[in-house]
C-alpha cells in the first residue's frame, strides 16, 4: 500500500479541467482563499497492489486506487471503475468530481473514487470476483458505512458490489454490513431504482433543460454517446417521453435514423448481440459524426473528454445534458455557451446515481424500504431543486451553468469549512 507524496497525480486532464472550473468559480463568490487552497487538493490518495490467483492458476498483480478527496459534507461516496487505461490521476479527477457533485446536489456525502487498472472484459467471472475481493480486503481500512461508501462505476456492477460488501462484512465482525457499499442487488439491501437512476436522472435534468429554453421533449430530435447502463436508460426514458432518439452509440460503432430509433426493440438486440454494430435498421455513423449531428439535444453519456478545442465549432446541439463525467472541456463550455448552447453540466445532469446511492445508503441504516415510486419522487425533487438553485445562479451572474453550478458547490463547501472552524479566517 502506497501514500502519495509527489504532486505527479495532480496533473490528470479531468483534474486540471475541474480545477479551472473550481477556481473560476471561486472569483464569482469572493471565495475564502484558505478554503480554497484546501479544496484543490485531495485529502488522501492510496494505491495498493491485487495480487490474483487466474484461471490458468498464474498469479497476476493488479494496481488499485481510492482516493477521498474531501469529507466536510459527510462520509466519503464515490464509485469504483474498472477499466484498463485506470490511472491514479483520472481517479483523483473523478473524486474530485464527485466532491462538487454531492454539495451542489445538497446531499451530506463527501466525495470519493476507486479504480483498479484491469480490461474486466478480459477477465471470467471467478478471476473478477476474485480481484474484487482483495481489492476490498486491501481498502477495507479506509472504508466503512460512515467512513466512506463505494459503488458501482464503469465496468463494476450490482454483483460486484455485492462481493465488496461480503468481503467487508467478514473481516469487520462477520456479520453482514450492507451500508459499506451502495449499487447491490435489492435481496442484500440495495434499493428499488437504483438500476435506472442515473439515466433517469439525465432525463429528468433535459426535461428541465428544454423547459427553461422554450422547447418541449415530446417531439425533439436527441443523439446520445454512449449505450451502456446510462445511455440506455436516457434513451428508453426520453423514448417513452415522445422524443425521438435519432443516434445512439457503444464500443462498436454509431447508428442513425432520422425518423427515431426503437429503443425498446434495440436494448433487446443488445442482450442477444452485445454491441450495436449489425442493427439493421439504421444507418452506420462514426462517433464523432454522432457528436456534431443537428439535432435539439445531445446526451454525452460515454468518458470523459469527448468535446474540446478539436470538435467544439463542429456541435450544432441547442442543449446538452451531461451524462457522462467532465465530457465537455472549461474552454469548450465557453465557445458553446457564446453560441447560446444550454449546457446542463455533469455535476447536476448524471447525479441521479449518487442521488439513489444516498438514498440506499439511509435505508440500509434504518433497516426500512421504500417503493420505486417514492425513490423516483424522491430523485426527481433533489434533482430539479439542485437544476433551479444553479439555473438562478446562471441567470443572476449571467455565466455558463457549469460555472453556476460549480459556484453554488464550492459556495457550499465553504460555508461548511468555516463553521466547522476547519479553515478560519
Same mark, same amino acid.
Given at each position: 500500500?502506497?501514500?502519495?507524496?509527489?504532486?505527479a497525480?495532480?496533473?490528470?486532464?479531468l483534474?486540471?479541467?475541474?480545477?479551472?472550473?473550481?477556481?473560476?468559480?471561486?472569483?464569482?463568490?469572493?471565495?475564502?482563499?484558505?478554503?480554497?487552497?484546501?479544496?484543490k487538493?485531495p485529502?488522501?490518495?492510496v494505491?495498493?497492489?491485487?495480487?490474483?490467483?487466474?484461471?490458468?492458476?498464474s498469479?497476476?498483480v493488479? /494496481? +488499485?486506487?481510492? &482516493?477521498? !478527496?474531501? *469529507?466536510?459534507?459527510?462520509?466519503? $461516496?464515490? =464509485?469504483?471503475?474498472?477499466?484498463?487505461?485506470?490511472?491514479?490521476?483520472?481517479?483523483?479527477?473523478?473524486?474530485?468530481?464527485?466532491?462538487?457533485?454531492?454539495?451542489?446536489l445538497?446531499?451530506?456525502?463527501?466525495?470519493?473514487?476507486?479504480?483498479v487498472?484491469?480490461?474486466?472484459?478480459?477477465?471470467?467471472?471467478?478471476?473478477?470476483?476474485?480481484?474484487t475481493?482483495?481489492y476490498?480486503?486491501?481498502?477495507s481500512?479506509?472504508v466503512?458505512?460512515?467512513?466512506d461508501?463505494?459503488a458501482?462505476?464503469?465496468?463494476?456492477?450490482?454483483?460486484?458490489?455485492?462481493?465488496f460488501?461480503?468481503?467487508?462484512?467478514?473481516?469487520a465482525?462477520?456479520?453482514?454490513?450492507?451500508?459499506?457499499?451502495?449499487?447491490?442487488?435489492?435481496e442484500?439491501?440495495?434499493?428499488?431504482?437504483?438500476?435506472?437512476? /442515473? +439515466?433517469l436522472? &439525465?432525463? !429528468?435534468? *433535459?426535461?428541465?433543460?428544454?423547459? $427553461?429554453? =422554450?422547447?418541449?421533449?415530446?417531439g425533439?430530435?436527441?443523439?446520445?454517446?454512449?449505450?451502456?447502463?446510462?445511455?440506455?436508460f436516457?434513451?428508453?426514458?426520453?423514448?417513452?417521453?415522445?422524443a425521438?432518439?435519432?443516434?445512439?452509440?457503444?464500443?462498436?460503432?454509431?447508428?442513425?435514423?432520422?425518423?427515431?430509433?426503437?429503443?425498446?426493440?434495440?436494448?433487446?438486440?443488445?442482450?442477444?448481440?452485445?454491441?450495436?454494430?449489425?442493427y439493421?435498421?439504421?444507418?452506420?455513423?462514426?462517433?464523432?459524426?454522432l457528436?456534431?449531428?443537428?439535432?435539439?439535444?445531445?446526451?454525452?453519456?460515454?468518458?470523459?473528454?469527448?468535446?474540446d478545442?478539436?470538435?467544439?465549432?463542429?456541435?450544432?446541439?441547442?442543449?446538452?445534458v451531461?451524462?457522462?463525467?467532465?465530457?465537455?472541456?472549461?474552454?469548450? /463550455?465557453?465557445?458553446?455557451?457564446?453560441?447560446?448552447?444550454?449546457?446542463?453540466?455533469?455535476?447536476?445532469a448524471?447525479?441521479?446515481?449518487?442521488?439513489?446511492?444516498?438514498?440506499?445508503?439511509?435505508?440500509?441504516?434504518?433497516?426500512?424500504?421504500?417503493?420505486?415510486?417514492?425513490?423516483n419522487n424522491r430523485?426527481k425533487?433533489?434533482?430539479?431543486?439542485?437544476f433551479d438553485?444553479?439555473?438562478?445562479?446562471?441567470?443572476?451572474?449571467?455565466?455558463?451553468?457549469?460555472?453556476?453550478?460549480m459556484?453554488?458547490?464550492?459556495?457550499r463547501?465553504?460555508?461548511?469549512?468555516?463553521l466547522?472552524?476547519?479553515?478560519?479566517?
Amino acid at each position: 500500500m502506497e501514500f502519495h507524496k509527489s504532486e505527479a497525480h495532480l496533473d490528470g486532464p479531468l483534474f486540471k479541467n475541474a480545477l479551472q472550473t473550481v477556481e473560476e468559480a471561486a472569483k464569482l463568490i469572493n471565495c475564502d482563499p484558505n478554503v480554497l487552497e484546501r479544496l484543490k487538493k485531495p485529502r488522501r490518495c492510496v494505491t495498493v497492489s491485487i495480487p490474483v490467483r487466474m484461471d490458468d492458476y498464474s498469479v497476476k498483480v493488479f /494496481t +488499485g486506487y481510492r &482516493v477521498q !478527496y474531501n *469529507a466536510t459534507l459527510g462520509p466519503y $461516496k464515490g =464509485g469504483i471503475r474498472y477499466h484498463q487505461n485506470v490511472d491514479l490521476p483520472e481517479v483523483v479527477g473523478l473524486a474530485a468530481l464527485m466532491t462538487f457533485k454531492n454539495s451542489v446536489l445538497g446531499l451530506p456525502l463527501g466525495g470519493a473514487k476507486g479504480g483498479v487498472c484491469v480490461d474486466p472484459n478480459t477477465i471470467s467471472r471467478t478471476e473478477k470476483q476474485n480481484l474484487t475481493r482483495r481489492y476490498a480486503s486491501e481498502i477495507s481500512a479506509f472504508v466503512g458505512p460512515t467512513k466512506d461508501i463505494p459503488a458501482p462505476d464503469v465496468g463494476t456492477d450490482p454483483q460486484t458490489m455485492a462481493w465488496f460488501m461480503d468481503t467487508y462484512s467478514q473481516e469487520a465482525g462477520g456479520y453482514a454490513q450492507p451500508g459499506v457499499v451502495t449499487g447491490k442487488p435489492v435481496e442484500i439491501g440495495g434499493s428499488l431504482g437504483r438500476n435506472h437512476a /442515473t +439515466g433517469l436522472g &439525465v432525463v !429528468y435534468t *433535459a426535461e428541465k433543460s428544454f423547459e $427553461k429554453m =422554450g422547447m418541449k421533449m415530446a417531439g425533439s430530435t436527441i443523439a446520445i454517446q454512449g449505450f451502456g447502463n446510462v445511455g440506455s436508460f436516457a434513451a428508453l426514458f426520453a423514448h417513452q417521453r415522445g422524443a425521438k432518439v435519432v443516434a445512439i452509440s457503444d464500443v462498436s460503432g454509431a447508428i442513425f435514423n432520422g425518423d427515431g430509433l426503437n429503443i425498446p426493440e434495440i436494448m433487446e438486440f443488445i442482450k442477444s448481440n452485445k454491441v450495436l454494430k449489425g442493427y439493421p435498421k439504421a444507418q452506420a455513423l462514426t462517433n464523432e459524426e454522432l457528436l456534431t449531428l443537428k439535432c435539439d439535444a445531445l446526451f454525452p453519456c460515454a468518458l470523459e473528454g469527448q468535446i474540446d478545442m478539436h470538435n467544439v465549432e463542429n456541435v450544432k446541439a441547442k442543449i446538452i445534458v451531461e451524462g457522462a463525467n467532465g465530457p465537455i472541456s472549461v474552454n469548450a /463550455t465557453k465557445i458553446l455557451h457564446k453560441k447560446g448552447v444550454f449546457i446542463a453540466p455533469d455535476v447536476i445532469a448524471n447525479g441521479g446515481g449518487v442521488i439513489v446511492s444516498y438514498f440506499e445508503w439511509v435505508q440500509d441504516i434504518m433497516s426500512l424500504f421504500w417503493d420505486e415510486e417514492e425513490v423516483n419522487n424522491r430523485l426527481k425533487t433533489i434533482i430539479h431543486r439542485a437544476f433551479d438553485v444553479g439555473f438562478k445562479f446562471h441567470q443572476e451572474k449571467n455565466v455558463d451553468m457549469r460555472s453556476a453550478a460549480m459556484a453554488v458547490s464550492v459556495q457550499r463547501l465553504e460555508k461548511a469549512m468555516l463553521l466547522r472552524g476547519l479553515y478560519p479566517r
